[in-house]
């Protein structure tokens, strides 16, 4: 059984900053991709950023230059550190991650509440 834990999200003004962090847990082999994804009403959940286990990551222009997504390998653990927030990032955001236990599996966090006022 494997889960992803999500933490730090809350209420920021805009300009603000926010660490979100993720660890899974149970029976891990290896991980692979580590995401975060957001959603909020009425909108498709989006790709926020990306991180594959050598360190390359993936932005997409929304949040470029203001988002950074880093990994602790040792800890299973995924940050999301936000910089520069605006009213438009509200939204919940989600933990993703490819998971090898040893099958690959695609396992997501329960969601964690970000809300930024103008």
């Known amino acids: 059984q494997v889960q992803l834990v999500e933490s730090g999200g809350g209420l920021v003004q805009a300009g603000g900053s926010l660490r979100l962090s993720c660890a899974a847990s149970?029976?891990?082999?290896?991980?692979?991709?580590m995401s975060w994804y957001r959603q909020s009403p009425g909108k498709q959940r989006e790709l926020v950023a990306s991180i594959i286990s050598g360190g390359t990551t993936n932005y997409p222009d929304a949040v470029k230059g203001r988002f950074s997504i880093s990994r602790d390998n040792a800890k299973n653990t995924v940050y999301l550190q936000m910089n520069s927030l605006k009213p438009e990032d509200t939204a919940v955001y989600y933990c993703n991650a490819l998971i090898f236990t040893p099958r690959p599996g695609n396992y997501w966090g329960q969601g964690t509440q970000v809300t930024v006022s103008s």
């Open positions: 149970g029976s891990i082999v290896g991980i692979a991709t």
